[in-house]
DNA sequence: ATTTGGTTTAACCAGGTGGTCAAAATTAAT
DNA sequence: ATTAATTTTGACCACCTGGTTAAACCAAAT
């Protein structure tokens, strides 16, 4: 969080704030430029157009968001600390950055055919992921059960919190404060849950 | 689905599809008119302007989805039933009806000020909602514990999903029928996983 | 047949939008 | 100091957007 020296930094640095919180829709290119206190012509000087400095920035966003993603799961840490390790990761820096899942989100609605490609090009190997899943669920808790089912949950209690957070927040009328203090009791409840939800499969022989 | 009878029905009509699509900032007036098969001028006719007739789409949209969550939450079933019930309705109802809810939670980031008040006016009895559920932990499963994340547990597991589904299909290169399949499988999956989550509380005194 | 009321339309408007362009300002090279 | 290349700007444009208006249409009542 420099005060950034180059041009290009100032504005990519600006796209991203507004992008974030507004989408591509809801942008303009003049926001951009005046949060970054230059010309809107020198946008398009540094980026062809409004798609392109988009598409820079939701790579970037998306990437930082994977690659942490990728580091956890594909560690060699037993399953439940990596669950552990992942969701105390995604919530506090998910919680710090609001928007930005709403934002993945919302690009993936806005314009699907533009970014199945971005997300192909960054490669995620999903197969890797999945795999070594299943072989932990196996190995370290004896469960033969359907990998995507569990990734997806897990996800699931981290991230929608997070992405339904102006919802809960106005639903349950819950402070600002308040909300940060859910968020940070999410970090011990989440990996319980999932963890009781895990051992409770041993009972009975449920393969799925 | 029926065809529609009279001009405001229409408009209606075209209005929910292409907000639920496209957001406010995303939809064009003009779309909407030419979906309805009708004149621009005459949505205003109809429809003072553009955010009126968003507020009305998401109002209906809104009550709806938490008509229903009221009907279930206050019923008098037992818990996990009532979970079971309440999953099996939404993956159902949502994954028929994939942008609604991208669409509310879209809703509530692009003009957040003035969808608090339309929240609230739409009494939604939250404290009823936890309270009942707080009650039913403790009498059913013996668990003295936050109703609050138990009920965003619940709603995380069964809408995180659909919301992500763009996500996960581009992702994981999940065909459209692999896809269908999986939300089919949730609908067993997500009841037991809960269940078992809550289950386990039992051996450890986790009082949060 | 004419009036009356609601309904529907084509044409139009002001403001905003992404994007361009030629000229100016700045920097670097000779 | 002059030139050349890069960076920045103000003015501008074509297009789109939500919204308006006056006139046309049409059914029912007289």
């Known amino acids: 969080m420099e005060s950034p020296q180059n041009t290009e930094e100032k504005i990519l640095d600006a796209a991203r704030q507004v992008f974030h919180q507004k989408g591509f829709n809801g942008t303009r290119m003049q926001e951009?430029?005046?949060?970054?206190?230059?010309?809107?012509?020198?946008?398009h000087y540094y980026f062809r157009n409004k798609e392109s400095l988009f598409e820079k920035v939701f790579n970037e966003t998306f990437a930082r968001i994977t690659s942490k993603m990728k580091e956890i799961f594909l560690s060699d840490m037993a399953l439940l600390p990596k669950i552990e390790n992942f969701v105390h990761f995604y919530i506090h820096f998910i919680s710090h950055h609001s928007?930005?899942?709403?934002?993945?989100?919302?690009?993936?609605?806005?314009?699907?055919?533009?970014?199945?490609?971005?997300?192909?090009k960054q490669n995620i190997l999903p197969e890797l992921f999945l795999e070594k899943i299943r072989k932990q669920l196996k190995d370290e808790i004896g469960l033969e059960i359907d990998p995507l089912h569990i990734y997806v949950n897990i996800l699931a209690l981290a991230i929608f919190p997070v992405v339904a957070k102006p919802l809960l927040q106005s639903i349950f009328s819950l402070s600002d404060d308040r909300m940060a203090q859910f968020f940070e009791e999410r970090k011990q409840i989440v990996?319980?849950?999932?963890?009781?939800?895990?051992?409770?499969y041993e009972k009975s022989t449920n393969v799925v």
């Open 32 to 43: 951009i430029a005046n949060l970054a206190g230059i010309n809107k012509a020198l946008l």
């Open 99 to 120: 928007y930005v899942v709403h934002f993945i989100i919302n690009a993936m609605y806005e314009k699907p055919e533009q970014l199945r490609e971005i997300i192909v």
């Open 191 to 200: 990996p319980t849950f999932i963890s009781n939800a895990l051992q409770g």
